[in-house]
């Protein structure tokens, strides 16, 4: 470095310097290379420590990289400025200086590939930051060079290529350096010599644009056409193409097409922006009435290609809008836009969504009307990308915020995040998310939910990052899937290094936001509540909000009776419920406190749960609401013969049922978010609970009655009152054959029946008295059974295949009808399967039932309730996904419960307890009488080990492996399975490797391909920790038996890496280590190919670590491991270090307390001492003494045949090692018994040795007569 920065360096300088460097580049390989650094200290963290060295070795190169650049300027600088001058010199200073610049794009190359193994959390953008800039200066300059040369149409496309690789390097660093001017002024530098160069060689036509260029002129002169009136515009169907390429480009490459869009001064944003808003778009003035009814068909066809564009324009800017840059100049250029305009975007989108889609009520067969709600969906989707970067950027300011700046109490009550400058209004983002909900598109409905779970996010990055990396799921650019939207965060490294001050700073800064956004989450909150719809966010009393909101559940398209308001498909009703349970949840202040109103709360019957005032005034208000609307009738004067009207609805009746409706809606979403409250809402604002919902069981409605069941199945799973209501409502009045139970269960409708059956089921699981019933167990495994069955009653009649009948229902959110009771059926199941005789039941073939009615008899099916589990994880129709979370969750619990036992269960409860499970139960047996005590284990349930064991192959037999693959493949994005899937299932997959027997199978069916590909890098959460524990745990168990030889190279190779990881955890239990050894150990058997690869994933370190465990039987495991990497030239490096053998010759001593540690340790020993370096080592200790006089007195014939192995090998040696031996006494020793016990001695005969005994010890005598002839060499 000294050399480097000199004042006025010269070319050599400069070559000294990159001299020092590279023996400093040397040296790093070395050590990378060198075992002892990570031997000499057990405890070092090695991952670290290659990291270190990978990092030192990226600067060194760095710095070398800028050395060649310097000396590559210094060398054009010394090039002749006229053409007087040229000569041989001239020409060889510009060799010499494009060598340079060569020099230092491959040294650029090798260290962005090495800062790419970098695996620890260290941000490491700075260091990419300059390797990117001095690789594009250095193509730059390369470009200077070649302008020298001969003007030849090769030369000329080599520049071009030269300028685009600078440009393109510096368009990824401005991706995640927005701020870096030097890149920013040389890109500028690189685009004007660009454009001047292709102008001066003529090349600037429009066959030497790029591609995306070409689609951008392709609009414009479409663009031109229109607004001049020429008719000159290219046509609709190419306009639509060249978007449609731009929105590839996007996807396929987003930083480079990003900053070509960029380009220009904008040129392409301002062009997909005015496609997107086109003039007169922002008027929000409905001219439908005005629009002239004789268009002709050519009229017609430019509007819809004009609609289509607009969306395809908009998501475009939606897709570019990923990089921050862009999102950027997108919000200032539409801040101009609405100042310009008068409108803003969200009112833009409720324009849309009334005058628009809405009101197209005959539009779902009509292309114009499709178009629509493309465009609807394009605008919210580009909205919700803009709102979530807005709230990073409100983070931001939180985080930036002076830390010195207290929060008051007051603000903490009412607080006030900085104001940003948006062109979204919080208020009317409600208005918009209640309007779309509200619509009779399923798609928009969608993106409804998703713009306001956005919108209610506490943390935006996750949702940013996840929409970021679905998008770039193709993109082969490592670099755009790096990109930060966000500060970045310090390690968890670089926070424990903070000095006490920056710490305090630190964790006040992250207290500030996260308090910020809890603020903003709850602000939301309380703006969608009090949306009144009309956009000003003050309903003057949130009742209304809740109103508008529970009313979108059941109106669809304005309809005049009950039965068509409730038509609004169960899957988005159950959406609904749940989106009115995490706004309430938000809108709960957690952090205020009972003061005066514990008391008031107390004597009003809230049972000391403390409820906000806030939230209680909405339940409060929403129950007075609809228990007060007035109702007004309309009196008819009936004349002599008149007769009243009999259509089969009262006008009346109807709304009373909307309002029971409306209420029981609405406990179930408190239900299910919050028990507390939705407990406290029941008992004190539902007033006439009870007969309202007998009201909806019995109303004959099958979607009312489908609300009812939906909320005794949510309220039978609540603890105290709550359960208590719902089993008052299953009185004998309501249980006989008219009473509205009985209507439930015997209701021809399947969703119906599934809520009353799971309330049914979950009910006498809490009952102690039916849950040990197997009788009672039975009739619900039954219930369950038939909720699984296809059921033909409801499906129409036609021509699609079972298979696919079966998908759908399962699977479609359109047919949720068929959906909810296969939910509820798997969740019964889920319920169930804890009980020991539903295991062996399921297992071992139940059969499936189809049940009509509550009395009619159930039928068998030809299926099994484990080949149903089956088929539903794994379905045979390839076009689905795959199953719903919820769904994907029961099946794994249910996997995971049959495949262990009630003992093992509770052995793992008290792993992590200062008690064993024995221990606990030997102290609760204390204080019972002997008859107690046998009368409580009577009642125990009886599952050991081989009843597991028969449960395991039969469900191996049914491919539940390969189902278990299936759940841990589920889609990306929001079909992705949950932590908590993949937990069951990895957990499932462990505890079916513990079966010796099916481990073939379950590798045939793909479950060790799945634990290996499920390996992640970087920071993970504790739960992820957690499934990648498993995961690697499942490896390791299904390899301790397999013969590596029947695995493909993938899957030998790729098995390694998870298991030295576990072995390396500090974490991971001493069982997890030791068969995560097992298998490693018979890895390194396999072949030299796996030794190598075992080493190179720093294998020696972590077995080292191994063995040192304070387990005897991971000691020894480690130590076999280590024995079979002999004889790889790694290993024999390590042996031949002093310190490291002389662990190995102790281990061998410790035969007496660690026998089999020690016989590990001697192979080893017997095998690498015919290396002469590591028999000389050996030689030197003290140890090796001992160690041949103890085991030769020990008489054990293991020890001693690996002993004398180790002797012969030391005097092959010949020299100070044949001395040594001699010293020793060995030879007289082995003369004296090869004498004694040679074959047919009588001493030999007196022993009594067993076949196996006797012939170890003739192979001893054997080695001891050879021992002694060759000392008499």
């Not at 998310?433 to 619509?439: I, K």
């Not at 001992?1186 to 020890?1199: A, C, M, R």
């Amino acid at each position: 470095n000294a050399l480097f920065q000199k004042a006025g360096a010269t070319i050599s300088i400069l070559n000294e310097a990159m001299k020092s460097y590279q023996s400093g580049v040397n040296k790093v390989d070395q050590t990378i290379t060198l075992p002892k650094i990570i031997s000499k200290d057990n405890n070092i963290d090695t991952t670290k420590l290659m990291n270190q060295m990978l990092y030192l070795k990226v600067t060194l190169l760095s710095n070398m990289a800028m050395c060649s650049l310097k000396k590559a300027e210094l060398e054009l600088e010394l090039r002749p400025k006229s053409t007087s001058d040229l000569n041989n010199n001239a020409d060889a200073d510009i060799d010499t200086a494009t060598a340079s610049l060569q020099t230092t794009i491959e040294y650029v190359t090798t260290s962005l590939q090495s800062l790419d193994q970098i695996t620890s959390e260290q941000d490491t953008r700075p260091t990419r930051s300059k390797l990117l800039y001095r690789r594009s200066k250095a193509n730059f300059l390369m470009t200077q060079t070649s302008a020298s040369n001969s003007n030849s149409n090769s030369n000329n496309n080599e520049t071009v290529k030269l300028y685009a690789s600078a440009q393109t390097d510096l368009q990824q660093l401005l991706s995640f350096d927005t701020h870096n001017k030097s890149a920013q002024t040389l890109l500028r530098q690189i685009k004007v010599h660009s454009a001047k160069m292709l102008h001066t060689t003529g090349m600037a036509s429009s066959a030497s644009h790029s591609p995306l260029t070409r689609a951008l002129n392709h609009l414009k002169q479409h663009e031109e056409g229109i607004v001049s009136g020429s008719g000159s515009g290219i046509d609709g169907e190419k306009f639509v193409t060249s978007l449609k390429f731009i929105h590839a480009s996007l996807l396929d490459d987003l930083v480079n097409a990003v900053h070509e869009l960029l380009g220009n001064d904008g040129r392409g944003i301002r062009q997909l922006l005015q496609l997107a808003f086109p003039p007169g778009s922002l008027r929000l003035t409905n001219t439908d009435e005005e629009e002239n009814e004789n268009e002709n068909e050519k009229e017609i066809y430019g509007k819809r290609m004009q609609n289509q564009g607009q969306a395809l324009a908009l998501q475009c800017l939606s897709s570019a809008s990923a990089l921050p840059v862009f999102a950027l100049k997108l919000h200032r250029m539409m801040l101009i836009m609405e100042q310009d305009t008068k409108c803003r975007l969200d009112d833009y989108v409720y324009y849309l969504l009334v005058n628009g889609s809405n009101n197209n009520s005959n539009s779902n067969n009509n292309s114009e009307g499709s178009t629509s709600e493309e465009l609807v969906n394009a605008v919210m989707a580009l909205q919700m990308r803009l709102m979530l970067y807005m709230h990073v950027v409100e983070d931001d300011m939180i985080y930036n915020r002076d830390a010195s700046t207290s929060i008051s109490a007051s603000e903490s009550e009412n607080p006030s995040p900085p104001i940003v400058v948006s062109i979204l209004s919080n208020k009317h983002q409600a208005r918009v998310c209640n309007t779309a909900l509200q619509s009779q598109y399923d798609s928009i409905k969608s993106m409804a939910l998703n713009c306001l779970s956005a919108w209610l996010e506490p943390n935006p990055l996750p949702i940013l990052q996840s929409i970021h990396a679905h998008q770039c799921s193709s993109n082969k650019d490592s670099t755009a899937k790096k990109i930060s939207y966000g500060k970045a965060e310090p390690t968890e490294e670089e926070v424990h290094q903070m000095q006490p001050r920056k710490l305090a700073e630190y964790r006040k800064r992250c207290y500030q936001r996260t308090h910020g956004r809890r603020v903003r989450c709850r602000r939301n909150a309380l703006y969608f509540a009090n949306d009144n719809g009309d956009g000003d966010g003050d309903g003057g009393n949130a009742i209304d909000s809740i109103l508008s909101f529970v009313a979108s559940l059941l109106s669809s398209s304005s309809p005049s009776s009950l039965d068509e308001i409730m038509k609004i498909d169960g899957y988005w009703r159950k959406e609904y419920v749940i989106t009115i349970g995490r706004i309430m949840n938000h809108i709960r202040d957690e952090n205020a406190r009972e003061s005066k109103k514990e008391s008031d709360d107390k004597d009003n019957g809230g049972g000391g749960v403390y409820i906000d005032d806030t939230t209680r005034g909405i339940i409060q208000s929403f129950f007075d609401k609809t228990g007060h609307q007035l109702t007004i009738e309309e009196i008819i004067d009936l004349g002599p013969g008149d007769v009243p009207n009999s259509n089969g609805n009262n006008d009346n009746d109807v709304g009373h049922l909307s309002n029971c409706i409306k209420n029981c809606l609405f406990i179930t979403s408190l239900l299910l978010a919050s028990n507390e409250v939705g407990s406290w809402g029941l008992k004190e604002c539902w007033k006439d609970s009870r007969n309202e919902w007998e009201t909806l069981a019995s109303s004959g409605n099958h979607d009312a009655m489908a609300v009812a069941a939906e909320c005794a199945s949510a309220a039978a799973g609540v603890e105290g009152f709550v359960r208590s209501w719902i089993q008052s409502c299953m009185n004998p009045d309501n249980t006989s054959e008219d009473g509205a139970w009985r209507r439930l269960l015997s209701c021809d409708n399947r969703e119906v029946r599934a809520g009353a059956a799971s309330a049914m089921a979950k009910l006498g699981l809490a009952d102690n008295s039916v849950a040990s019933d197997e009788g009672e167990l039975i009739a619900l495994l039954e219930v369950a059974a038939g909720l699984l069955e296809d059921d033909g009653e409801d499906e129409e009649n036609n021509d699609e295949a079972s298979t696919n009948k079966m998908v759908s229902a399962t699977f479609n959110s359109s047919s949720s009808g068929q959906q909810a009771p296969v939910e509820r059926g798997v969740e019964l199941l889920t319920y169930l399967s804890s009980k020991t005789s539903i295991k062996d039941e399921i297992a071992h073939g139940f059969a499936l039932t189809q049940v009509h009615s509550y009395s009619s008899a159930t039928t068998a099916s030809e299926k099994t309730v484990l080949e149903r589990l089956v088929e539903l994880s794994e379905p045979k129709n390839k076009r689905i996904p795959g199953v719903s979370p919820a769904v994907a969750f029961s099946l794994a619990t249910t996997f995971a419960s049959l495949s262990v036992s009630i003992e093992t269960l509770r052995n793992e409860a008290f792993a992590e307890k200062e008690i064993t499970s024995e221990q606990f139960d030997q102290i609760q047996a204390m204080g019972k009488t002997e008859e107690e005590a046998k009368l409580e284990e009577s009642k125990k349930e009886k599952d050991d080990s081989q009843a597991v064991s028969s449960r395991i192959k039969s469900m191996a037999r049914h491919n539940v492996p390969r189902a278990l693959v299936s759940l841990m493949e589920m889609g990306e994005g929001a079909s992705s399975a949950s932590d908590a899937t993949l937990e069951q299932v990895v957990i499932a997959m462990m505890r079916f490797a513990g079966e010796a027997s099916i481990r073939g199978a379950m590798i045939q069916q793909g479950c060790l391909s799945a634990c290996i590909n499920f390996m992640k890098n970087g920071e993970l959460s504790e739960t992820e920790k957690k499934i990648m524990r498993h995961g690697q745990h499942t490896i390791a168990k299904i390899l301790v038996t397999t013969n590596p030889s029947l695995l493909n190279t993938s899957q030998c190779m790729g098995s390694i890496k998870p298991l030295i990881l576990l072995v390396r955890d500090t974490d991971s239990s001493d069982l997890q280590r030791f068969e995560a050894l097992l298998s490693l150990t018979n890895l390194a058997s396999h072949s030299d190919s796996t030794k190598q690869r075992i080493i190179s994933e720093k294998g020696i370190g972590a077995l080292s670590y191994g063995m040192f465990s304070s387990h005897e039987m991971v000691r020894k495991a480690a130590t076999e491991a280590m024995t079979n990497l002999v004889p790889h030239p790694k290993i024999m490096d390590h042996l031949r270090e002093y310190d490291n053998l002389k662990v190995w010759v102790a281990f061998s001593c410790d035969f007496d307390e660690h026998f089999e540690c020690a016989r590990a340790a001697l192979g080893c020993l017997a095998m690498v001492t015919q290396d002469r370096i590591i028999s000389s080592e050996m030689c030197k200790m003290n140890l090796s003494k001992g160690l041949i006089k103890d085991v030769l007195e020990s008489g054990n014939l293991e020890l001693m045949h690996r002993l004398l192995i180790i002797v012969l090998n030391l005097m092959e040696h010949g020299g100070a090692c044949l001395d040594f031996t001699i010293e020793t006494g060995t030879v007289a020793f082995c003369e004296v018994y090869a004498q004694s016990f040679q074959n047919g001695s009588s001493k030999s005969c007196e022993l009594n040795f067993s076949p196996a005994d006797k012939k170890l010890m003739d192979i001893s005598v054997a080695l001891a007569k050879e021992v002694v002839s060759v000392s008499n060499r």
